[in-house]
Structure formats: structure tokens, C-alpha cells
């Protein structure tokens, strides 16, 4: 339609890296696209359940912080995940809670306190054509968002407007807890056998550091080298979380931007929520390690999942 404007939120300033994501692009590992999505799915539900939004809609992924965006329509809005201040219009507002936002007014993620990821959702999502079925960007795949890039300035986010949509806030007691140093629990895979008793000791007992070659692809650690028994293995595809030990045997947590096959052996894999809480650590963050049974992990889940679909959030007033 000739004149048609279309309206939403415009980037002044993009932040460090700034991703337009839903929930990830499932299913086509086959040709070799990977999954993307948010790196704290936890965080990235609430960010929709807190604006009645369906769980898949479009939102963006805030790492370290630094966002500045102006609306261009009356919408509501919401930040979860990592403790970056908030602010809409100049004023300070909570995170975890629905807020009501005016054209013009400006909303800023300052840098993070706690947590290197935040979640910011608009009533409806943004309204990004999919790529392979998802919106989610991954830069170096070139897929989703716009550009198959992170955002910068000047970029327009549509959406579209929603005055009257419904807000909620997550009680302080459900939000998670950043500063957590508890360890990080591993499923071992089938692949242990490749590392000897005394190896997979080192590994438990050992302290790791998150170093800076830490980004969405994966996590390096850097502490007590493991070696297996063996240099390499054929191909296979790569899990969400996996833990491979390369050469130099500093183990790699793989996260959601991991290439789809990989032939370094895998000690294990992480458990899925505790591989969205490593990357909510910065690095030089030490972590710790334990063993966690398939059939613990499969019980967690499902309890996680009945205690988090119990929760009722509060709903919130203009």
C-alpha cells in the first residue's frame, strides 16, 4: 500500500551486541544450520508470559547491555534476565515487570551488574519475517533478524501498537539468582570411556575460568588440562551444552550458535538449565563441575516445568 508507514522501535544505540531472536530454528540441522535462539531460555519465556505473548515470539537478546531505543508507538514492554538497569523515558524501572511505554519515549538498557544476558519483549513481538522457520539471528550463519546481523543504529524493530495489552510482574522470589556459584551439572555421554578414572577426577574436582575466547558459538574454560585416550573421533552431530576437549585439553561448552558436527571427543553435556546459566557468567567467572545422571536430569525438568507452569504472575496497571 503506497504511503504505508511502518512503525515500531528505533535503534539510537545498538548496545554491545544486540540480537533479534525467538525461540530457535528447529529441525534443519541436516543442511547445517544450527540452532541460535536465546542463550537463557528461562529468562526469554518470561519476557513473553509477562505481556500474555505467545512463548515463540520475537524479542531481543541484550548482551553485557548498552541498548537505547526509541518507541514509535504506545506499547508495553518488559526486561528479564541479567541485571541491567532499566530505563523508559530518563526514569528507572523493574526489571521482571510490564511497563507501559509512549511514542517517543526512549528506553535504555544500561550494563550489566549480574548476568551478561537480558530479554527485551514488546506486547505481540516484533514483527520479523522468519528465515528456515525462525526469526532468530545468527551472525555467522547470516540468518534472521534483519541482515542476518545484530542490530545497529538507525534499524527499526515493527511491531505493532498495543495501549491497551495486559502486563505482569514475576514475584522477586522466582526470578533466578545471577551470583550463583553452584556447580555446573554434567550428563556424561557415551564418549567417557574415552577418559580415564583419574582424568574425569581431575575434571570434578578441578576449578575452571570462563576465559575471553567465551561467546555464542561456545565457552572455552581454562584450568587443569583432561586428556582422553584418543585424538579425535569420526564427525557426529553436536547437542546443545556438549563438552569437548580438544588437544590442549581445555575443555568447550558448546552453546547455541555451535556448528552442527564436531569430531573432538565430549566428556558429557551439560545440563540444560545450568548451560543457560553459564551464559549468564561473564568471563573470568571460575565455575565447578559435577556429575548428574540422565535419569536426575529427566526428574528436574519435568519438576521445573510443573513448579515454573504453576507460577501465577501478578498483573500490573497502567
Given amino acids: 500500500m ?62 553485557i547491555g548498552g541498548l537505547v531505543i526509541e518507541a514509535q508507538v504506545d506499547t508495553w514492554v518488559v526486561f528479564t534476565g ?21 511514542a517517543g519515549q526512549r528506553i535504555e538498557a544500561g550494563f550489566s551488574k549480574n548476568g551478561a544476558r537480558g530479554y527485551l ?20 550463519e547470516k540468518l534472521g533478524g534483519l541482515n542476518g546481523q545484530k542490530l545497529q543504529s538507525g534499524d527499526l524493530l515493527p511491531c505493532k501498537a498495543a495501549a491497551n495489552a495486559d502486563g505482569f510482574t514475576l514475584a522477586q522470589k522466582y526470578r533466578p539468582d545471577y551470583a550463583s556459584k553452584a556447580p555446573l551439572r ?10 580415564s578414572a583419574v582424568q574425569k577426577q581431575i575434571f570434578f574436582t578441578s576449578t575452571y575460568r570462563i576465559s575471553d575466547r567465551a561467546d555464542r558459538m561456545g565457552y572455552r574454560m581454562e584450568g587443569p588440562a583432561i586428556s582422553p585416550s584418543i585424538n579425535g573421533i569420526l564427525s557426529e552431530g553436536i547437542c546443545l551444552g556438549a563438552i569437548q576437549v580438544p588437544a590442549d585439553g581445555q575443555p568447550i561448552v558448546l552453546l547455541n550458535d555451535r556448528q552442527t558436527i564436531g569430531g573432538y571427543p565430549k566428556i558429557g553435556s551439560l545440563f ?21 545422571t540422565q535419569a536426575e536430569a529427566h526428574n528436574q525438568l519435568l519438576l521445573q516445568k510443573r513448579y515454573n507452569d504453576n507460577i501465577e504472575p501478578i498483573k500490573v496497571t497502567a
Fill in 121 to 140: 519483549a514488546v506486547s505481540g513481538g516484533f514483527e520479523i519475517a522468519p528465515m528456515f522457520d525462525s526469526s532468530a539471528t545468527v551472525q555467522r
Fill in 2 to 63: 503506497s504511503g504505508f508507514k511502518v512503525l515500531g522501535f528505533k535503534v539510537l544505540q545498538p548496545g554491545l551486541m544486540t540480537l533479534i531472536t525467538d525461540l530457535g530454528r528447529f529441525g534443519h540441522h541436516r543442511i547445517g544450520l544450527t540452532t541460535g535462539g536465546p542463550l537463557d531460555p528461562f529468562a526469554f519465556r518470561w519476557a513473553n508470559r509477562l505481556l500474555g505473548n505467545d512463548e515463540n515470539a520475537t524479542a531481543l537478546e541484550v548482551s
Fill in 82 to 102: 541479567g541485571e541491567m538497569p532499566l530505563k523508559i523515558g530518563g526514569e528507572e524501572v523493574e526489571r521482571w515487570t510490564a511497563h507501559p511505554v509512549k
Fill in 272 to 292: 540444560s538449565p545450568d548451560t543457560a546459566r553459564l551464559a549468564q557468567m561473564l568471563p573470568g567467572t571460575e565455575v565447578t563441575f559435577e556429575p548428574f
Fill in 186 to 195: 554434567v550428563i556424561l555421554g557415551y564418549q567417557q570411556d574415552a577418559f
